[in-house]
């Protein structure tokens, strides 16, 4: 599908780009006392500090020289939001440090609306994303990552980081997405695609032996309680589409390990999308099989064939703008 030439994936290491992104659904407040994962505290991130408004570049003081084997993670502000569970997309401001030579190394713009990354385990900026793990919607934190957890043991050349050096993050969380889509699962249509969910939520499709439908087809699987969608609304959605003729994945965020943020506009998503979303609301849960006419036509794309049929199940977990 068309991606927007404004998103950058957050995830790899060293790159923390600035997303113009705005608004979000999130989970209810819950303790972090009840919260599996996330990174417990210490001397070494409890010397970290940092002063200034939330949501705004902080000035960020610690010795030069710092130095942990072991990530650790202090709270700076307590924030009263949303509890940030192991899975869930973040959005977030965040500034970072080498902790060897106490130099900035990269920072969110602190104007847009931030970047984002989901929560938990990851082989790149580990030690962030593993942090913001049991945190609130408006915390701020202030990480102090091990080499091995912040950038794999491998340093941040661009930035001068180097293989051995511990790194400081101090991040504030803005807001925060359910994992997957959330609500009531609706009877499925006859003669459509099946579907069936992992334990995670990641869906696996199975397409029908019959002729493939000439006009779009969208159905709602889990019918979401929030707002309504429209067309223009930026969202944040997870998807796995496959192709109707043989049943084969051709692209899904879902094995990426990164949600997919898209504007619901024509020219910047296929129109089967725009078309197919429209109408639904956040939360839900959509299957959409769309002809080639709202897909991309005769022209072939990666994995695949012009004049395919398309089959998609898309996650609706929020809109950002």
């Known amino acids: 599908m068309k991606f927007t030439k404004a998103l950058a994936a957050a995830a790899a290491v060293g790159v923390v780009v600035s997303l113009a992104l705005a608004g979000c659904s999130s989970s209810s407040t819950t303790s972090s006392e009840s919260c599996s994962g996330g990174t417990a505290s210490g001397s070494v991130s409890d010397s970290i500090k940092a002063t200034g ?13 710092l130095s942990t084997k072991t990530t650790q993670k202090s709270t700076l502000i307590q924030g009263k939001g949303a509890l940030v569970e192991k899975g869930d997309p973040v959005i977030f401001q965040v500034s970072l440090y080498d902790g060897k030579t106490g130099a900035k ?5 602190y104007t847009s609306s931030g970047t984002y990354l989901v929560a938990g385990p990851a082989t790149s900026l580990g030690a962030l994303s593993e942090g913001l793990t049991c945190s609130h919607v408006g915390d701020r934190i202030a990480i102090a990552g091990s080499a091995k957890d912040s950038t794999d043991g491998q340093g941040i050349s661009t930035y001068k980081i ?9 991040a ?3 807001k925060a997405f359910p994992s997957r889509a959330t609500g009531t699962a609706e009877k499925p249509v006859a003669g459509q695609s099946t ?10 499709i199975t397409v029908p032996t019959t002729p493939a439908p000439t006009t779009l087809q ?19 959605m997870q998807y796995t589409g496959v192709t109707y003729a043989d049943g084969k994945v051709f692209d899904s965020s879902w094995t990426k390990g990164q949600p997919f943020v898209g504007s619901l506009t024509k020219g910047q998503l296929i129109d089967g999308w725009v078309d197919g ?10 299957l959409l099989t769309i002809p080639p006419a709202e897909g991309y036509g005769d022209q072939a794309q990666t994995g695949i064939p012009a004049g ?10 929020g809109k950002v703008g």
């Not at 408004?53 to 020289?65: E, I, L, M, N």
């Not at 969208?218 to 930026?234: C, P, Q, R």
């Not at 395919?308 to 977990?317: A, E, G, M, N, P």
Request: proline letters at 3%.
């Open 53 to 65: 408004d939330f949501g705004k570049a902080p000035t960020v003081k610690f010795d030069k020289g």
């Open 105 to 109: 190394a990269t920072a969110t713009d």
């Open 162 to 170: 180097g293989a051995t050096d511990s790194v400081v993050f101090v």
């Open 172 to 174: 504030d969380i803005l």
């Open 195 to 204: 579907v069936k969910l992992a334990k995670d939520g990641a869906p696996t």
């Open 218 to 236: 969208s159905t709602t699987l889990i019918k979401g309680k929030g707002a309504a969608i429209k067309a223009g609304d930026s969202l944040m």
């Open 277 to 286: 979303l429209a109408g639904k609301t956040v939360g839900s849960q959509v």
């Open 308 to 317: 395919s049929t398309l089959v998609f199940v898309i996650d609706v977990l």
